[in-house]
């Protein structure tokens, strides 16, 4: 009865909202895409790669998950290359990383079903998956019932519950208790994470502490050419100190290039590269920048200028590994709770972010326990944390190799979620 309820009121918002995503979809191109495989009609040619093999169905949401689960979907290709991977997101951002990084190891990519009891049937016909991995925190109910009525086990990877969300699955624990319940197993990043999902729900033996693969990443390409014609062609060389300021939000914008302008004439070839993390907001961040009044460039257009937009998606790991400092952002404002502080420790450069975390505080406080990162919580601080970073070679130096001894010290994690899935595959 739960459930038929759940998917009535799923039902009926789709129904309310449908105006709005219909003029949504007419405007921007990001609500069209994928529309019909949202509702499970996916072309055949799409799954043709997946013949009689064994099918894993990895889900991850956006870009973050999406990286996240490389290091596995790599590492379980080699161990098992019979394995034929689906790969779903929800959004054209994660599609787009899947799509450029995953190459060689994504055998289908699709859009996310929305979790209707007829779309999701129709979805896990097709597939036919041996095992369903779920990447950090969704939770769809009509999928996992399915999947526990057909005895296609349901693991959850690098898992994690913030505070929010607890609450929230505590206070209708009523139904998230059988829903956590069908979970095979779950993979949690911390002993906490492991205790919050045995609290809603997950059964104990089936919750277990495995560690973050966050900190098994690399980057999507590493090759030395590659590298010097991307920083030729936006202007980098040798004598400059370049502060890469990425996955930057709504308010971010404003304040670093305002820290940048009254930096720049202390620091001989400073330079400065965002990188917002939502593509729709490419523009909005030039028309920032040229309200500032700075010299400008854009990535996708070429040319050099102390300011490059990086309007790229893909690209941006890449370009930390040729930043003296590095700020990342969902940080400085609220709602957003930080992102991936390691990809620019991974190059043993110094990160910098904003007071305002969440889901990446644990990892910011061992950065910051290792003298690798600082936080900062408003303007001043920021400034005066990149200006001591920029003056003192030795320190910024220092900084930047704790932050990638934390990286080398806590890796692992992939290796061992791989032996989870495998465990379910047989």
């Known amino acids: 009865m739960t459930y038929l309820l759940y998917d009535?009121?799923?039902?009926?918002?789709?129904?309310?909202?449908?105006?709005?995503?219909?003029?949504?979809?007419?405007?921007?191109?990001?609500?069209?895409?994928?529309?019909?495989?949202?509702?499970?009609?996916?072309?055949?040619?799409?799954?043709?790669?997946l013949g009689g093999s064994p099918v894993v169905w990895v889900h991850a949401v956006s870009v973050g998950e999406t990286k996240a689960a490389l290091p596995v979907l790599k590492l379980l290709k080699e161990r098992r290359p019979g394995v034929r991977i689906v790969f779903s997101t929800v959004t054209q951002t994660g599609n787009r990383t899947a799509e450029k990084e995953g190459a060689g190891l994504i055998d289908a990519l699709i859009y996310f079903p929305l979790d209707l009891s007829?779309?999701?049937?129709?979805?896990?016909?097709?597939?036919?998956?041996?095992?369903?991995?779920?990447?950090?925190?969704?939770?769809?109910?009509?999928?996992?019932?399915?999947?526990?009525?057909?005895?296609?086990?349901?693991?959850?990877?690098?898992?994690?519950?913030?505070?929010?969300?607890?609450?929230?699955?505590?206070?209708?624990?009523?139904f998230f208790r059988e829903v956590f319940g069908m979970v095979s197993l779950f993979s949690a990043r911390t002993a906490e994470d492991r205790e919050r999902a045995a609290a809603v729900g997950v059964k104990e033996d089936r919750a277990v502490a495995t560690g973050n693969i966050k900190f098994d990443l690399k980057p999507p390409s590493a090759d030395p050419s590659y590298?010097?014609?991307?920083?030729s062609s936006i202007g980098i060389d040798l004598r400059d100190r370049t502060i890469v300021a990425g996955s930057t939000h709504a308010g971010e914008e404003e304040i670093i290039i305002r820290v940048?302008?009254?930096?720049?004439?202390?620091?001989k070839g400073l330079k400065l590269i965002i990188a917002p993390r939502h593509p729709e907001r490419f523009q909005e961040v030039e028309a920032i920048i040229k309200k500032s009044g700075a010299p400008y460039a854009r990535r996708s257009r070429g040319g050099a200028a102390p300011?490059?937009?990086?309007?790229?998606?893909?690209?941006?790991?890449?370009?930390?590994?040729?930043?003296?400092?590095?700020?990342?952002?969902?940080?400085?404002?609220?709602?957003?709770?930080?992102?991936?502080?390691?990809?620019?420790?991974?190059?043993?450069?110094?990160?910098?972010?904003?007071?305002?975390?969440?889901?990446?505080?644990?990892?910011?406080?061992?950065?910051?326990?290792?003298?690798?990162?600082?936080?900062?919580?408003?303007?001043?601080?920021?400034?005066?944390?990149?200006?001591?970073?920029?003056?003192?070679?030795?320190?910024?130096?220092?900084?930047?190799?704790?932050?990638?001894?934390?990286?080398?010290?806590?890796?692992?994690?992939?290796?061992?979620?791989?032996?989870?899935?495998?465990?379910?595959?047989?």
């Open 118 to 174: 007829w779309v999701v049937k129709r979805v896990v016909s097709r597939l036919k998956p041996k095992v369903c991995v779920i990447v950090e925190k969704e939770v769809w109910p009509n999928l996992l019932r399915r999947l526990k009525g057909l005895d296609v086990p349901v693991v959850v990877i690098n898992g994690t519950i913030s505070e929010r969300s607890f609450r929230r699955f505590l206070a209708f624990k009523f």
């Open 260 to 267: 940048f302008s009254s930096l720049v004439d202390e620091f």
């Open 8 to 49: 009535i009121l799923l039902h009926l918002s789709i129904i309310i909202l449908l105006p709005y995503f219909v003029f949504k979809m007419f405007w921007v191109r990001k609500y069209r895409e994928g529309i019909a495989e949202r509702f499970g009609f996916i072309k055949g040619e799409k799954l043709g790669a």
């Open 307 to 426: 300011i490059v937009l990086l309007d790229t998606v893909g690209e941006l790991m890449n370009v930390y590994s040729f930043a003296a400092v590095a700020f990342v952002g969902g940080s400085l404002v609220d709602g957003i709770g930080g992102h991936n502080l390691l990809e620019p420790a991974y190059f043993g450069v110094p990160v910098v972010y904003g007071s305002r975390l969440s889901a990446y505080l644990g990892m910011a406080e061992m950065l910051e326990a290792a003298g690798g990162g600082i936080r900062v919580g408003d303007e001043a601080s920021f400034k005066a944390a990149l200006k001591r970073l920029l003056s003192d070679d030795r320190f910024r130096a220092s900084a930047g190799a704790s932050a990638r001894r934390v990286v080398e010290a806590n890796r692992g994690a992939a290796v061992r979620t791989v032996a989870i899935i495998e465990r379910f595959l047989g």
């Open 227 to 231: 590298l010097d014609s991307l920083k």
